[in-house]
């Protein structure tokens, strides 16, 4: 693929038409979309609008310092005897509830002829307007102060905008067209950068429907530029961070290598419907770390540095941007189109972030990036963190996926046995992918690859798109995942028996046989070692209490032991740390038992036994280091599937 950059550094700035950040120029406005139809996943579709005309929203900053931004929204040409506002509960790429109503304070409804009109609340994320006639105008204040792709923060440098957390919709009229007007804070001259469109007029933005506006998240603010192409593709990094133009510069490259790569392991990159794909970065000592994938965007936030935290950053870049395809138009049936008014289960989490949380790594190898020990040591994290959890037994791929809804920032205020039971779709999805990665390479001698399996999916699912911005046509379902990879591989009875043993199932791969075939030994990373279990303490008030859930296949299981209780004795020794228990243990071996002395929390005394095991922690290591030759024939499958394309 021929690869053309031009790295262009820049303020964010509205001062002229020409800026690179988004050209406000007039543009008509944007045409009503067609009539939404039933999704494939058979959810029920927005009612046709009556005829209206687009709903404005003006956003004001009077005292950005205080960390508030006023919002006055317009729907104008109504029908309907009554309004139902909607604050949202749920914003695109979360899976759990955030209730975003609870930052929404001083609300004021008006009518047509300006008069203020009573609100009702049928419900706390809702707000109901009658007898208003054909208009009303509703101006509330949303506080945020919270830097990360989910929530709201307004400070005096900059809004930070994702649209859930701070926009008022109405029902009724998900598929209206949709224009905002930014207004600048006082003795204040912001930049914008976003996905949305050009409006009609200068600091004016638009969106086709609501599905497209609230899947556009905006930096209003200053920052700096950077923008390159590949293709005939136009990409933009609009960066607030404290480093300087050089950092930035080195940063900007290393982007621009990882959207090469990814471009090669689809074979081309999606129609980005304003024209270009927009990184919105914040880092930031005061941001939260997170990174969140939008249709023709991302929002990437961290207190990290471009200087000291260059590699952490970039494997979130790599993990977005690869977004774009998978899940962002590969899009699983339970997501579309995305329901703002609750928690949206899907069963395909595995594969729609787990193999996104593969392929980042990987991507970063094969740009050179990083080095094959970091890498290797990303993937012995995925296997461990099913092969070396019980929880694979309780779950499947797909029940941990249904898991999101409690799991994805959500916060429990219960204890829950987790530890136990459940392993994010995040790593255990990255799993399965490097087995079925490995598995595909191993069956046809590297002429087949988890990258033609995504590829598939892309031109079956993702690539047909919609006629709608912002809706996806063609979402998949787990049989069609299934089928898909009968129709890459050529054996339906693979795929089935796959899906079966590993996805719907509770099996584990043999890493350590498909490592292999790459020249990679998977190992214990502590041979000999003795081990209780991965304990953690707490050792403040004089007493070594358990801090973490006990694993029912640590050793101190059988004894008795959990979370909570106070450890007093090991082998007939008083411990008081973590480094006493570490003494003792070092003076055993695996297969030896110890006496272990423990006080529930209730403060009643136990003894018992303990069997000691060898510790279990792997590691996977190149086998030239490792005392074995590499073959020629390990060197080329490695190759292949490591190096750059």
């Not at 509330?140 to 102060?145: P, Q, S």
């Not at 074979?267 to 969140?292: Q, R, S, V």
């Amino acid at each position: 693929m021929k690869t053309l950059i031009a790295l262009l550094a820049g303020t964010l700035a509205l001062a002229s038409l020409a800026t690179p950040v988004l050209p406000l120029r007039a543009q008509a406005p944007p045409a009503a979309p067609p009539v939404q139809t039933p999704s494939a996943a058979g959810a029920p579709a927005p009612a046709p609008p009556a005829p209206t005309g687009p709903i404005v929203y003006r956003l004001s900053f009077p005292e950005p310092q205080h960390r508030w931004m006023q919002v006055e929204a317009t729907f104008s040409g109504l029908t309907q005897p009554t309004l139902e506002l909607r604050m949202s509960r749920s914003s695109p790429g979360r899976y759990s509830l955030h209730e975003f109503a609870k930052n929404v304070y001083d609300v004021h409804a008006f009518g047509a002829a300006g008069a203020e009109i009573p609100t009702t609340r049928p419900d706390p994320s809702g707000w109901n307007v009658s007898g208003f006639g054909a208009s009303v105008t509703v101006k509330y204040k949303v506080y945020g102060d919270r830097i990360d792709g989910t929530y709201l923060s307004i400070d005096d440098t900059h809004a930070h905008i994702n649209m859930p957390a701070a926009i008022m919709w109405a029902r009724g009229l998900e598929l209206q067209p949709v224009r905002i007007i930014l207004t600048q804070p006082p003795n204040a001259y912001w930049g914008v950068a976003s996905q949305l469109r050009p409006g009609g007029r200068q600091a004016e933005l638009a969106a086709p429907n609501l599905q497209y506006l609230m899947d556009s998240p905006l930096e209003f603010g200053g920052g700096s530029l950077k923008e390159f192409e590949v293709g005939d593709r136009h990409f933009r990094l609009a960066v607030h961070h404290l480093g300087t133009e050089a950092e930035l510069d080195a940063f900007a490259e290393d982007v621009r290598t990882i959207v090469e790569q990814e471009g090669f392991i689809y074979g081309e990159y999606p129609e980005y419907e304003p024209g270009y794909y927009i990184f919105l970065a914040d880092y930031l000592p005061w941001a939260n770390g997170d990174g969140m994938e939008h249709r023709n965007s991302t929002v990437i936030t961290a207190s990290g540095s471009l200087a000291h935290d260059r590699l952490r950053l970039l494997d979130t870049v790599a993990h977005e941007f690869f977004h774009g395809w998978n899940v962002e138009r590969i899009r699983p049936a339970g997501l579309e189109p995305f329901d703002f008014d609750r928690a949206n289960m899907s069963d395909l989490l595995w594969l729609a972030e787990g193999f996104t949380q593969y392929y980042g790594p990987l991507v970063l190898r094969r740009a050179q990036i990083v080095d094959l020990p970091r890498t290797l040591n990303t993937f012995t994290g995925l296997i461990g963190s099913v092969a070396l959890s019980p929880a694979h037994l309780e779950r499947s791929a797909v029940e941990m996926s249904r898991m999101a809804p409690f799991t994805d920032g959500g916060r429990p205020i219960d204890r829950t046995n987790w530890p136990r039971t459940f392993i994010s779709y995040y790593p255990f999805g990255g799993a399965i992918a490097l087995a079925l990665d490995l598995t595909l390479r191993d069956r046809s001698d590297s002429s087949v690859s988890l990258d033609d399996f995504m590829q598939a999916m892309w031109r079956k699912y993702g690539k047909p798109g919609g006629a709608r911005p912002g809706y996806v046509d063609h979402p998949y379902t787990l049989a069609d995942a299934e089928a898909t990879l009968a129709e890459v591989s050529g054996d339906r009875a693979f795929a089935r028996d796959f899906f079966a043993r590993y996805i719907a199932g509770h099996e584990v791969a043999d890493y350590a046989r498909l490592l292999g075939r790459a020249g990679l030994v998977l190992r214990k990373r502590n041979p000999g070692r003795a081990w209780l279990g991965d304990l953690r303490f707490d050792a403040s008030g004089g007493a070594l209490t358990v801090a973490t859930l006990v694993g029912q296949d640590w050793p101190v299981y059988a004894a008795g032991l959990e979370q909570d209780d106070r450890l007093r004795g090991l082998d007939g020794q008083a411990v008081a740390s973590a480094a006493d228990v570490d003494a003792v243990l070092a003076k055993h071996k695996p297969g030896e038992r110890i006496a272990i002395a423990f006080a529930d929390r209730s403060g009643h005394a136990k003894e018992g036994q303990v069997l000691l095991v060898e510790d279990p922690a792997i590691e996977a290591v190149p086998a030239e280091l490792s005392g074995t030759p590499l073959t020629p024939a390990q060197r080329a499958f490695r190759d292949r599937w490591l190096g750059p394309k």
